[in-house]
Structure formats: C-alpha cells, structure tokens
C-alpha cells in the first residue's frame, strides 16, 4: 500500500519525548531608555509524553505554550533544561541531536503563513526530503505523491500554488510538510483553531489516522477542552510559564484542581441549551 | 415611533415585489424584520434571500461557517458593505425600511439605534485617541453632549461593563488595555447611544475561553437589562447553545434552519445542522464524532441548487433541481426537501 510507503524499511514508530526543568526568558522593553525586564516565559517545565500518545497542552495566551512548542522544535533555544527524544539531547548533543532534531516537526496554527507562498505545494512538501537528503533525487517527486494521497491531495494539487486551497486543505498541506522528513513527533501548536467547524473534525481525524498508522508521538496545543479530551492521553495546563496542573483529561475536567483550571472548566461554551450555565457577571 | 425619513428604496432589478403581508403591526412587531435579503460581490453571491425577525429583549444567533454570509447579512442591515455590494430584498427596522435609506438617515440608525460591536478590538478603535473621546464622540454625533456629561454617561457604562477603574480607562489609549478590557470598550462604543438592537459580529473569538465567557455574559447582561434585541453572529454553538433563544443557520448564503435553540440542538431537521452538531467533539461525551466531507461553499452568480448539496449524506436528484423553499414544522423553518427525521 502507498500509504505506508514512505516509512517502508524505517523501524522508528514513535518516539518517547521527555522535556526536563525547562527554562526561557525574554527581555521586554528596550535597553535605550529605561532597563528591560526580563519575563520568564517558560519556568521550569517538566513532563514526558510516551511513544505513540498524545498530550494535549491547555493554558491562556501568554502562558508560554507555545514558547515550549517552539523550542521543542529547535526554533529558540532554551535558557536551560533538557529535551530528550528516545533519551538523545536535541539542544547540547552536537552533530547526534541535530539528527535526532529532525525527528520532531511543527504544525502551525495558520496554514497561510506558514507556507511560502511562491513555492508550488509539492515543492513545499519535498523540500524537508531534499534538505535531509533522505532518497535519491529521482525519488523525491513518489514520496511526495504517495504522502500528499495519504493526507488527502490529489495528485494535481502538487502543481499548484498554496493560495489556490481552502484553510483545511491548507492544513494538509502543512501537515504532510511535517511528515516529509520521517519524525516520529509532532508539535501541533493550535492545528484547527483557523479552520471553520466542519472542517476542524476532518483534520483531527486525519492526525488521529496518521499517528494510528506511523506511531507518532504528538503535542497538541489546544485552546479547545473537548478537542483535548478527546484526542489525548495525558493533559497539562500551563499558566504564567509553569504546568499548574497534569493528568489524564476526564479528570482535569471532571475535577479541576488549580483555580485557573476551574475557571477554564467554567467557561467552556457546551453545545447544550440544556447545560446552560449561570452567567459569570 | 420612528418617522420614515421618506427615501424609499429604489429597486433598478425589479427583484422585489409588494408583498402584503409585510406591512408591520407596531403593537408586539419585530425590532427588526429582514426579507429576502440578497447580497452580491460582483460574482459572488454571499446572500441569498435570507429572512428571518428579532424581537425586543430576544437573542438570535445566526451560526456558519467562513462565508457562509453571516457577516454580510448583519452588515448590509446596517448599510456598513462597500458601495460595489448590490443589495436586494429588505430590512425594517420596526417598519422603517432600510434598505437604499439615505446615508444620514443610515448614519443616523448606527449606534442610536442599532449598535455594531465589532470582532477585532484593535482595528475598531482609532489608535491616537482615548477610549473617553471615542466614546463621547458617538454621543456627539447623535446629539450634543458636553464633554463633562459624555464622559460622566462613558464612566458609568464602562462601570457597568465591569470595569474596575473607569475614570483610568477612559483616558487610556487602546494599545494601553488588555484584549478583554478593549473589547469592552469596542462594546461600550456600541451600547452608549441606547440602540435597541445590537448586532456583535464573533465579538470574542480573539479572546481567550475563560476572558471570552466574561465578556459575553457582560454584553448580555447589559443588552437584557436594558430589554434590546441581540444578533449574536458565532461560528462556535457552544456560544449558540449557551446564550440564544433562537438561531438562524447560515450555509451558502441561505438560512439553511431556523429554530429555537433548544429544536435546534435536540431535533436538528436539516443535514447540515445535524451534521455540525456531530462534528464537534463534546466535553464528558465520547459519543459521535464524524467530520463533513469537502470544505464550505463560495456561490457564484444565482444559487440554483441546495448549497449543501455536495456534502451532503442525503443528497438527492431534487436537491439539485432547485433551492428548496423553506418549510415550516412547528418551530422550525428548514430548507431541505430530504430533512433529518422528527425525533421530537
């Protein structure tokens, strides 16, 4: 079968990510005229997610989520702490944790601007490949048929540009970018937040497919509790730069501990006229 | 009573025609009263014959996604499209048409007395001036106020909208407030002429869940004490489920349903209502979750068949024969010649 294809032959199914007393913080304000603060964007964060699950990611704007995501991917590098895919550093380990980096891969939340767009979708999706040099040349244009098809392009949709697709399509394409270079994690930061209702639930199915059939491990950044409940294992709620709160989702939302949890709990809008809650204010 | 200000609106494509029924009752009449509505963007139809009326103190939720018209339908009612949208069909605000009415007797109408809150706080207000003179401005332009008076109304509102420190906000510029504290401000903007309808257009999708509930609840709140209609404009039918007592679902441009809220999500008739409602996943509930096929419609030129047509699970030859015309089934208008069953 051509979905599988492009993993044929790779033993890597999933990867165990473990993020140790990680660190960052930003200087704000400018040094010209008054001294800049220094903001703790991410304070000691600590968690593992286990081969093949997913974790979801809960927390305001602000409380350094994405901060995490981001250097998780290698976009910033951590103040301190460790990132460790299958026990390898990807922030200290040299040559090995550049390797290794590539096997974690990023999903944005904004597929219009996280694709350039001047490249053709199937140069987008190859581009990872050639880098990585992971085939021959000649063989790059199959992997990106076969891998476009297993997240839902036709063929024809490599020859166009990304402006020409709708938001989830969009997405697709972002997603089978990801899965160009093999990873064996992958950083969701928001992925359907953009995309209109009916096409969301598409999304989320295809990335529960994809991780069924690669094994993936994945962080899933989501704003939504449903959306956590029902696609991860684990959930850790971040706010202020620190993990208040961890656990499996039914509890987080069955039994919230940390007041910032509550209120997040309380004011997720249910899709029940029947469950309507009394007004906050 | 509201003096027509005499501008009938002229109607070059003869697509409108007298319908007796129409003409108002003011004793218990809607606030407002749209038919038939139809916007066009050069080829793109984003409006097509939507109909649908808000009483005094009622909130109405109008769902869709990304195009599908909800945006342009709350826009042309208040004359805020571009001059190259065409617009027929008509809106009364209790019985006034306003449809082609003149730009003052327009400018008029927005804000003393149909309020627009707007999505994005920061475009909404002008950068370089306080929250205080922005309000005190719509005041002025429905009368005069002086500056002590304006600001003193301001003050009060903000106080009302929950805001700890009026006197300070007042003379804070936007980029000085939080998102939520801005949005109140935008909100404020809309409700310090006394409208008695408001239409907020996804008022609080930028903002956080927690921060988000907050605000909806204190425009609400403000909205019902004050007994003016709301037009409450959301993607999300959590907001839907949780603050309307009637809903509208917009698909391709028509109202695909109209229902109470509770019809609405206990006994969906149209596929594409019964189909978003088991596209999104629920708290506490691993129940159904399946995804609508193909992605949302843009209509070029006339609709001639049901929008939802090629998503549909339903579909059959008819559906393409025509738009269906809307059926009426004890609460519910839907639009489909193949609806979901009646469970109720």
């Known amino acids: ?281 | 009573m509201l003096a027509l200000d005499g501008t009938q609106r002229s109607d070059p494509a003869g697509t409108e025609t007298q319908r007796p029924g129409l003409t108002p009752q003011h004793a218990g009449a809607p606030l407002i009263e749209v038919s038939d509505l139809s916007v066009r963007f050069g080829a793109v139809t984003a409006v097509s014959s939507v109909s649908f009326s808000v009483a005094k103190g009622e909130v109405f939720g109008v769902v869709g996604e990304s195009g599908a018209g909800k945006s342009a339908t709350a826009r042309a009612i208040i004359g805020l499209l571009p001059p190259t949208a065409k617009i027929a069909g008509s809106v009364r605000y209790k019985g006034e048409e306003l449809v082609g009415a003149s730009k003052a007797r327009l400018r008029q109408a927005r804000g003393a007395q149909i309020g627009y809150v707007f999505q994005d706080a920061l475009t909404a207000l002008d950068p370089v001036r306080t929250i205080g003179a922005q309000l005190v401005e719509v005041l002025n332009v429905h009368g005069h106020v002086s500056r002590r008076d304006g600001l003193e109304r301001a003050a009060d509102l903000l106080a009302e909208l929950k805001i700890n420190d009026p006197v300070r906000t007042l003379k804070a510029y936007p980029h000085q407030l939080s998102g939520g504290m801005r949005q109140r401000a935008v909100i404020a903007a809309a409700l310090i002429a006394n409208p008695e309808l408001i239409i907020a257009d996804e008022v609080t999708s930028a903002l956080d869940v927690t921060v988000q509930r907050k605000v909806l609840d204190l425009l609400l709140g403000v909205c019902a004490a004050r007994g003016a209609g709301v037009i409450l404009i959301t993607h999300d039918l959590g907001v839907v489920a949780q603050t309307s007592d009637r809903v509208a679902v917009l698909y391709g441009g028509i109202v695909a349903e109209e229902a109470d809220v509770f019809s609405l999500f206990d006994n969906p008739r149209h596929p594409y209502s019964g189909a978003l409602l088991n596209s999104m996943p629920r708290l506490g509930d691993q129940g159904v979750f399946e995804p609508i096929p193909g992605s949302a419609i843009q209509v070029f030129g006339d609709l001639r068949a049901c929008p939802f047509a090629d998503r549909c699970a339903r579909v059959a030859d008819d559906c393409r024969a025509g738009v269906p015309a809307p059926f009426k089934e004890g609460g519910t208008t839907y639009r489909c010649l193949h609806p979901l069953e009646d469970t109720a």
């Open chain 1, 1 to 281: 079968m051509i979905a599988a294809q492009p993993y044929a032959g790779r033993e890597r199914a999933g990867a165990l990510l473990e993020v140790r007393n990680l660190c960052k913080s930003f200087r704000v304000g400018s040094e010209t005229f008054t001294r800049a603060a220094l903001v703790k964007a991410v304070d000691d964060v600590t968690f593992r997610i286990e081969p093949g699950s997913t974790m979801g990611l809960v927390g305001e704007s602000g409380s350094g989520k994405s901060t995490v995501a981001r250097m998780i991917t290698r976009l910033i590098r951590p103040d301190s702490g460790e990132i460790l895919i299958d026990g390898q550093d990807i922030v200290t380990g040299g040559a090995a944790g550049k390797r290794f980096a590539r096997l974690v891969q990023i999903v944005f939340q904004d597929p219009t601007s996280s694709l350039n767009p001047r490249w053709k979708v199937g140069d987008l999706i190859g581009e990872g490949v050639l880098v990585h040099r992971l085939c021959p040349r000649s063989e790059i244009r199959n992997r990106v048929v076969a891998l476009a098809g297993r997240c839902g392009l036709d063929v024809d949709s490599l020859d166009r540009f990304p402006h020409e697709f709708s938001g989830g399509q969009r997405q697709r394409i972002a997603i089978a970018r990801a899965l160009a270079v093999e990873p064996s994690v992958l950083v969701l930061d928001e992925p359907v937040s953009a995309l209109d209702v009916s096409v969301q639930a598409q999304i989320l199915v295809l990335l529960q497919e994809l991780q069924a059939a690669f094994g993936l491990t994945y962080l899933l950044i989501a704003h939504d509790l449903a959306v956590v409940e029902r696609f991860c294992s684990h959930v850790a709620v971040m706010r202020l730069g620190r993990i208040v709160e961890a656990g499996l989702p039914r509890d987080i939302h069955e039994n919230p501990k940390d007041p910032y949890t509550r209120s997040l709990v309380e004011a997720h809008p249910v899709p029940d006229p029947h469950r309507r809650k009394a007004m906050t204010a």
